[in-house]
């Protein structure tokens, strides 16, 4: 391009060298944007791309299981308004599966002699699923007849466990 500038216009070597490094200082700051402009925009892509990918791993549904062994009557009401306080999580409702599972000494809060048949209606109400071991039953001698006529039974309470987990339901041991 230098001898084409020479021969069609006559200037001195210096001059064709001068211009010459303008021409390349001009095209390596070119360079230089359009390189800065690809690294923009693939550093945008890769943010785009990596927002999709969370907001596409996100569950549009979630399943927790509680796990309920003991009959003191603060851990069982704990264990209740915990499993209310998920389901009235405004980023849970109506997108929560629950399930309550009572084994040994958590059988108390099935049985028909105590004060809990209200506020299982209500978690009932809500979907929740109660679950009692029938192994638990069994150990304690206790009839079917005296717990309430809304729950479901498990063979195993550990084995409900066990198979919930397995099938990635979230665990909660209050």
């Not at 389901?87 to 997108?95: A, E, F, I, V, Y």
């Not at 206790?142 to 979230?170: C, D, M, R, V």
């Amino acid at each position: 391009m230098v001898l084409r500038t020479c021969v069609t216009n006559p200037i001195t070597k210096t001059q064709a060298r001068k211009n010459h490094k303008n021409e390349s200082a001009a095209n390596r700051r070119f360079c230089f944007y359009i390189a800065i402009m690809k690294q923009l925009l693939l550093a945008a892509a890769i943010c785009a791309c990596s927002f999709l990918q969370a907001k596409a791993q996100q569950p549009s549904t979630f399943k927790a299981v509680y796990q309920l062994n003991s009959d003191d009557d603060k851990v069982i009401r704990a264990t209740l308004r915990n499993i209310s306080n998920a389901l009235s999580d405004p980023r849970l409702q109506n997108r929560l599966t629950v399930e309550l599972v009572a084994h040994g000494s958590g059988v108390a809060v099935f049985q028909k002699s105590k004060p809990y048949e209200q506020l299982l209606q209500d978690l009932k109400a809500k979907g929740v699923i109660l679950v009692e071991c029938e192994n638990t039953l069994k150990e304690r001698n206790i009839s079917k007849s005296e717990l309430f006529p809304f729950i479901q039974y498990t063979p195993s309470g550990n084995g409900e466990l066990i198979i919930k987990q397995t099938e990635g339901w979230a665990y909660i041991h209050p």
